[in-house]
């Protein structure tokens, strides 16, 4: 498949067009970790990491590629192994007595949330995260997920989001009962 | 808070407002805390789906098995068994199809093909042989495409035909009504009520880690089949149930007489009991059984 229509289908939130691009780039992405000084297993998960960056960036109609994805994909995993090897050699000179608990209710805020979401069926959590996350067109979104139209997805996005808020919020406020 | 606002902080989060645009909300937040406590929980929930959908994508990459590229030999000796097995029609059809010109027939074999690609096409092509004859051509119907890296359908007498994607008409999912006034919330439980009596209760190889030296007090962790449980979980005997239906398994968590969800997370959540009477009924049922 050309590079060309990989971002095409990308753009579209064609899941499978990722798996492609997983497979087509592996060796070549996870050798340039391995031969940085990564193990088989940060190679592998920064390679992920920045796969999904590009993902999204395409989905969201953030980027406009001149160069090969290859290109633009190595380049990714070589700034996020940096980032990672600078956090690593922060770590070893900083002493282990960082505060566990950065922020204590940002962290409740999040646990709260992210329970919440799974609260929701399948199909909810699908519309937010690719309204939210892609940056999908409703239009994408109704396709992807077998709607009629794309009204059915404006609506049902509309109500699942109003589920949402209304779950965080709840839970939220009962939680504050318990303290 | 009316929808042109909520579209508004929504674009806000996505940073798609204009400068000015931007300037304006964050004017009005300074002036309006509620709107300001508003976007605070906005933005978190923003950035929670963000995490689940990138754990989501994520662990589908974890999932899938990375096969290392054949030897370029290797590659070499498959195109050239696949183009050695069919007419010389259908090689020029595929190379037709893709961009590149029509090449000789040892062009074909010179010219280098992915490995998923030579593989899907092999199959195509050879069910292409064995049931299409030019004067059926066109009465046949197209199939579903087994793989989306070729994107025609495989009627192998058909020259130069550009790219085309196999039409699959949507799955129209019945269940909801979308005239209904009234806010239907059947979509939004799992699972499904229905498909639980249906549901075979099957082992899983689900390993659990109970952690009761933790900053969480009753919390979880699910991912990669493991689950990580913290809290006091020593004193009281706990059980995983998992219900499989036809698109997924759910797990849930069977302690101290109620029932909690399990989901996907890498980061800690806590355990929401289930409230629902008749799920709880179902997973009593099923939790009796085994």
Redesign the interface.
């Given at each position: 498949?050309?590079d060309s229509v990989v971002i095409e289908?990308i753009s579209r939130g064609?899941?499978?067009?990722?798996?492609?691009l997983?497979?087509?780039h592996?060796?070549m992405m996870t050798n340039a970790i391995l031969k940085n000084n990564g193990t088989e297993q940060e190679a592998?998960d920064v390679y992920?990491?920045a796969?999904?960056v590009f993902?999204q960036k395409v989905t969201?109609h953030q980027l406009t590629l001149t160069a090969k994805i290859s290109t633009y994909l190595y380049s990714v995993c070589l700034n996020l192994w940096r980032k990672e090897l600078d956090r690593k050699s922060r770590l070893s000179y900083e002493e282990h007595d960082q505060p566990?608990?950065l922020n204590d209710e940002?962290e409740e805020?999040?646990?709260?949330?992210?329970?919440c979401?799974?609260?929701?069926?399948?199909?909810?959590?699908k519309i937010?995260?690719?309204y939210?996350?892609?940056?999908l067109s409703m239009q994408d979104i109704?396709?992807k997920l077998?709607?009629?139209?794309t009204?059915?997805a404006k609506?049902?996005k509309?109500?699942?989001?109003?589920?949402?808020?209304n779950l965080?919020?709840s839970?939220y406020s009962a939680s504050d009962f318990l303290d | 808070m009316n929808q042109d606002l909520t579209y508004t902080i929504d674009r806000y989060l996505k940073g798609k407002l204009s400068e000015e645009e931007q300037r304006a909300l964050e004017e009005k937040m300074q002036q309006d805390p509620l709107l300001a406590h508003e976007v605070t929980w906005q933005k978190d929930i923003y950035h929670a789906l963000g995490d689940v959908r990138r754990a989501a994508l994520k662990s589908r990459l974890d999932n899938m098995v990375v096969h290392p590229s054949p030897h370029f030999l290797g590659q070499r000796w498959l195109t050239a068994a696949v183009v050695g097995t069919l007419l010389v029609a259908g090689s020029a059809y595929y190379y037709a199809a893709s961009d590149e010109p029509e090449p000789t027939a040892h062009q074909a074999i010179e010219a280098p093909v992915t490995y998923p690609e030579a593989y899907t096409l092999h199959r195509i092509q050879r069910d292409a042989l064995a049931t299409v004859s030019p004067e059926d051509a066109s009465s046949k119907e197209a199939p579903v495409p087994i793989d989306e890296a070729v994107n025609a359908a495989p009627t192998a007498f058909i020259k130069a035909r550009p790219a085309q994607p196999a039409v699959v008409p949507p799955q129209v999912t019945s269940q909801f009504a979308e005239d209904a006034p009234v806010v239907d919330y059947s979509d939004f439980e799992a699972p499904e009520k229905s498909a639980l009596q249906e549901n075979a209760y099957r082992e899983e190889n689900v390993t659990v880690e109970a952690l009761s030296d933790s900053r969480y007090t009753f919390h979880y962790q699910f991912f990669d089949n493991k689950l990580y449980l913290h809290g006091n979980f020593d004193q009281t005997p706990y059980k995983i149930i998992a219900l499989n239906s036809e698109e997924d398994k759910k797990l849930f968590l069977e302690f101290d007489g109620a029932y909690y969800r399990i989901g996907e997370h890498e980061v800690a959540v806590p355990l929401v009991k289930i409230e629902d009477a008749a799920l709880v009924k179902s997973l009593k049922n099923m939790s009796a059984i085994n």
């Open positions: 498949m050309k289908k064609d899941e499978k067009a990722l798996e492609y997983y497979r087509k592996y060796r592998k992920q990491d796969l999904i993902w969201s566990e608990y940002a805020r999040k646990a709260i949330i992210h329970a979401i799974n609260q929701l069926g399948d199909t909810c959590r937010l995260t690719y939210y996350f892609d940056d109704a396709k077998g709607f009629a139209t009204e059915t609506t049902k509309y109500k699942c989001k109003k589920r949402l808020d965080v919020k839970t | -």
